[in-house]
T-cell receptor, first 113, second 109 residues
């Protein structure tokens, strides 16, 4: 059974803290994605990676960075968390191109206080 | 730019049909459809590719008008299990999907 896992379901951090969100997939997928989901706004792409050490900015990359050192793992980093980064964060993975479905992880609900 | 989905919300009785529309201002290579139930991750339903190929759920149908950059998802004989929020994701050749804001579908007995 295909699986995308995320390190935490719920996370509470303080303003200014550095936050790491981890995502692991076991499907040998080339592409991995980070989205944030806010009520009424749908899913918005933060960053994606099409290969190890490769990354592309999505629609809302400001305030975030990513790291992909191994094919199966994709990390989202909030260098200095702010309250407007309180959100649900979803990781996804897919095979090579846009003709393949994305598999989503369960999400991490991050609250920044 | 996010694709525009309509309607934003719809309530159906079991057995009724519904159509959810997705419209983009960009030339598209593919359109994806996903359903998300409350508290769960989005789940893949269907991909429609430029040129007419479709991949996905056997019991759900959809169309893709390449000239108008529009897609529609057809839900027939709705069941309670169809409830959730439906998202279209459009791909314009960059491997990235841009998702719409979602259509909340509620099926009642």
């Amino acid at each position: 059974d295909v699986k995308v896992t995320q390190s935490s379901r719920y996370l509470v951090k303080r303003t200014g803290e550095k936050v790491f969100l981890e995502c692991v997939q076991d499907m040998d997928h080339e592409n991995m994605f980070w989205y944030r989901q806010d009520p009424g706004l749908g899913l918005r792409l933060i960053y994606f990676s099409y290969d190890v050490k490769m990354k592309e900015k999505g629609d809302i990359p400001e305030g975030y960075s990513v790291s992909r050192e191994k094919k199966e793992r994709f990390s989202l980093i909030l260098e200095s968390a702010s309250t407007n980064q309180t959100s649900m964060y979803l990781c996804a993975s897919s095979l090579m191109d846009g003709t393949y479905e994305q598999y989503f992880g369960p999400g991490t609900r991050l609250t920044v206080t | 730019q996010q694709p525009v989905q309509s309607p934003q919300a719809v309530i159906l009785r079991e057995g009724e049909d519904a159509v959810i529309n997705c419209s983009s201002s960009k030339a598209l290579y593919s359109v994806h459809w996903y359903r998300q139930k409350h508290g769960e991750a989005p789940v893949f339903l269907m991909i429609l590719l430029k040129g007419g190929e479709q991949k996905g759920h056997e019991k759900i149908s959809a169309s893709f008008n390449e000239k108008k950059q529009q897609s529609s998802l057809y839900l027939t004989a709705s069941q309670l299990s169809y409830s959730g929020t439906y998202f279209c994701g459009t791909e314009a050749g960059s491997y990235q999907l841009t998702f719409g804001k979602g259509t909340k579908l509620s099926v009642i007995p």
